[in-house]
C-alpha cells in the first residue's frame, strides 16, 4: 500500500511539474512557493486516496462479508443434511441389527430343532436293529447321519457301518472320522 502511494505521488509530482511548466511556461517559483503548490497537491491527492481507498476497503469488506455470510449458508445446509444422513443411518442401522437379531433367533431355533430332532433319530436308531438302521442312515443327509452315528455307541456303530453299501459307508465313515478330529 505504501509503494502504491508513493508511486502516485512521484506520478503526481511529475504531472504537476508537467502541468505547471505547460500552463505557466513564463511563470518562475521560487522554491517555497513549489513546495507550497506540491504540498497542496500532494494532500489532496492523498484525500482523495484516502477517500478512495476507505469506499473500496468498505467496499471490500461488505463483499467478503456477504461472501462469509453465503458460505455459512452453505455450511449450514450441509450441516442439516449430515445430521438427515446421520438419522437415516441411524435408523438404518437398528433395522439391520434387529433382522440380524431375527436371522440369528432363527437360526438358533433351527439349530435347537436340528439337535433335538437328531436326538429323537439316535434314540429311534439306537433301538432299531442295525441292518435296518444301516439302511435308515444311507439314505439321510450325511452330516445328519453322522451327527446319529457319532451319539450312538461305538461298537453299535461300527456293526452299521459294516452293514450298509461300501460306498456311503466309506463316505460317512470319512465325515465320522473329520468330525472326531
Do not use: W
Not at 511548466?21 to 521560487?30: C, H, M, P, R, V
Not at 486516496?49 to 445446509?77: D, F, G, N, Q, Y
Not at 437360526?107 to 439306537?126: L, N, P, T
Not at 451319539?151 to 472320522?177: C, G, T
Amino acid at each position: 500500500m505504501k509503494k502504491i502511494i508513493f508511486f502516485i505521488l512521484i506520478a503526481t509530482f511529475s504531472l504537476f511539474l508537467f502541468s505547471v511548466s505547460a500552463e505557466e511556461s513564463d511563470k518562475i517559483f521560487t522554491q517555497k512557493e513549489l513546495d507550497e503548490k506540491v504540498s497542496k497537491l500532494v494532500d489532496e491527492k492523498i484525500s482523495k486516496i484516502k477517500k478512495t481507498s476507505v469506499a473500496e476497503l468498505t467496499k471490500e469488506i461488505l463483499e467478503r462479508e456477504s461472501k462469509i455470510e453465503a458460505r455459512a449458508r452453505i455450511l449450514e445446509k450441509r450441516e442439516e443434511q449430515l445430521k438427515m444422513a446421520e438419522e437415516t443411518l441411524s435408523k438404518k442401522i437398528l433395522d439391520v441389527e434387529s433382522r440380524q437379531k431375527k436371522i440369528i433367533g432363527c437360526i438358533d431355533d433351527h439349530k435347537s430343532g436340528e439337535a433335538r430332532r437328531v436326538k429323537q433319530m439316535v434314540s429311534v436308531i439306537a433301538n432299531m436293529k442295525p441292518a435296518k438302521a444301516a439302511e435308515v442312515l444311507s439314505v439321510q443327509d450325511s452330516l445328519i447321519s453322522v451327527k446319529i452315528l457319532e451319539q450312538i455307541d461305538p461298537k453299535r456303530a461300527s456293526k452299521i457301518f459294516n452293514l450298509m453299501d461300501k460306498e456311503v459307508s466309506a463316505r460317512l465313515q470319512k465325515q465320522y472320522l473329520n468330525m472326531q478330529k
